[in-house]
């Protein structure tokens, strides 16, 4: 079982919990930010029930095993989400969304490799990082991580074009 909390080493302090049913808000605000959708699985412009069945549906996931997503906090400020997915697969995939706000200050980076160390100390032999192609950021985040780039190939899900790293 993932840990309900991890806390991610360096300055400033960043906290990872574990969302909650409650964790609607950063959801939505998420889903607000223009490039978040284009790069991620978030829906645009949630509304509040909506916001509130995806951290309900997150935390579903997490019970069942498939995925544990995080609440992305910086001195008591939720700014993102991070988590991991087949958490019983010997490679679980690594994604992150985060707010403007937190960004150009190695947040997802040091995020990234907090629930890569999680991962690997969990037993898993690798982990993968997938971005859709394009992505510049996510992909500076993955080689920032020690990422190596493996394949593009498209998403099982949409076919968009979608490039693998791992480590």
């Known amino acids: 079982m993932p840990p309900a909390e991890i806390v991610v080493p360096g300055e400033p302090c ?31 412009d949630l509304g509040d029930d909506d916001a509130r069945r995806r951290a309900a549906r997150a935390v579903e996931r997490s019970h ?3 995925a544990q997503r995080y609440v992305i906090s910086r001195q008591d ?10 958490l019983d697969g010997d490679t ?37 990082l ?12 993955a080689r920032r991580a020690g990422f190596t780039f493996v394949e593009e190939r498209p998403d099982e899900i949409d076919g968009a074009p979608t490039r693998l790293w791992v480590r």
Request: charged fraction near 15%; glycine fraction near 10%; hydrophobic fraction near 50%.
């Open 14 to 44: 960043l906290v990872l919990r574990a969302i909650t049913e409650h964790d609607g808000e950063i959801e939505q605000a998420l889903s607000r930010v223009e490039d978040v959708p284009r790069w991620t699985f978030y829906p645009a």
């Open 64 to 66: 069942a095993g498939l």
């Open 77 to 86: 400020e939720a700014v993102g989400t991070a988590g991991l997915t087949a």
């Open 92 to 128: 679980p995939a690594v994604f992150y969304a985060l707010l403007p706000s937190a960004r150009g200050a190695g947040v997802a980076t040091r995020v990234v490799l907090a629930l890569v160390e999680h991962a690997l100390a969990s037993g898993a032999r690798g982990v993968r």
């Open 130 to 141: 997938f971005a859709l192609a394009g992505n510049a950021a996510s992909e500076g985040v």
